[in-house]
């Protein structure tokens, strides 16, 4: 299976800034997807990462707080913009091929922290 | 809407005990079937899947789980678990057609030595 490489690992960063996120994958992957892991909560969905086009956002997540980029099938970043602390959580990235029936791959996350 | 249940947020068990985690979803068609999971520090890792045949299903690591599809259930089960099976788990579901995991909220298991 795809081997995840994302950075950072855990940042603290202050309200109002913007914080960029990298994930690498070690193959081509048809499938990224992005994940929030809040305390306490389950992982839920932000948004898919397709290539040379724009991510597909699902319910409650916008492209403006939450920009994705998808250069190639091997690289993609989620930015999380104008930080509060309610963005405090962990961050996943995810690969893995269409419709997910052998599972998918999910990087070792980003915790952040906003302070 | 769609949902994952999983209801004991959290067990501790002694070593050797048996274990069974429950997994109930909220969705009339078919489904594919997964436990993940993330031992501390380290990333989600599949444990097992489901998605047709026999509805008992074997893991890695001696687990594995029974997909009773009458009960909308999918529960984890391991005979005699280790100190190394502290871990968080998560059941989640993929309705046939979609891409998508709809994730429960985990169970955090704690072995006793």
């Known amino acids: 299976s795809a081997v995840i490489s994302q950075k950072p690992s855990r940042d603290i960063c202050q309200r109002g800034t913007s914080l960029t996120i990298q994930c690498q994958v070690d193959?081509?992957?048809?499938?990224m997807f992005w994940y929030r892991q809040q305390p306490g909560q389950s992982l839920t969905l932000i948004a898919t990462?397709?290539?040379?086009?724009?991510?597909?956002?699902e319910s409650g997540f916008v492209i403006d707080k939450f920009p994705i980029s998808r250069p190639n099938l091997t690289f993609s970043t989620l930015t999380v913009s104008n930080m509060s602390p309610e963005d405090s959580s962990i961050y996943l990235c995810s690969v893995g091929e269409l419709a997910g029936i052998d599972g998918y791959t999910f990087g070792s996350g980003t915790r952040l922290t906003v302070v | 809407a769609q949902s994952v249940s999983q209801h004991n947020h959290h067990v501790i068990l002694s070593e050797a005990a048996s274990l069974e985690l429950g997994c109930n979803y909220s969705y009339g068609g078919t489904v594919n079937l997964f436990w993940y999971v993330q031992y501390p520090g380290q990333h989600l890792q599949l444990l097992l899947k489901?998605?047709?045949?026999?509805?008992l299903v074997k893991g890695i690591k001696g687990f594995e789980a029974e997909f009773i599809k009458s009960k909308f259930s999918f529960n984890l089960r391991k005979p005699s678990v280790q100190w190394s099976d502290t871990a968080e788990y998560f059941c989640a579901v993929i309705p046939l057609g979609t891409y998508k995991y709809i994730f429960g909220t985990g169970t955090r298991l704690k072995v006793l030595a």
């Open positions: 193959s081509q992957v048809t499938m």
């Open positions: 489901y998605f047709s045949g026999d509805p």
């Open positions: 990462a397709n290539q040379g086009s724009e991510a597909t956002y």
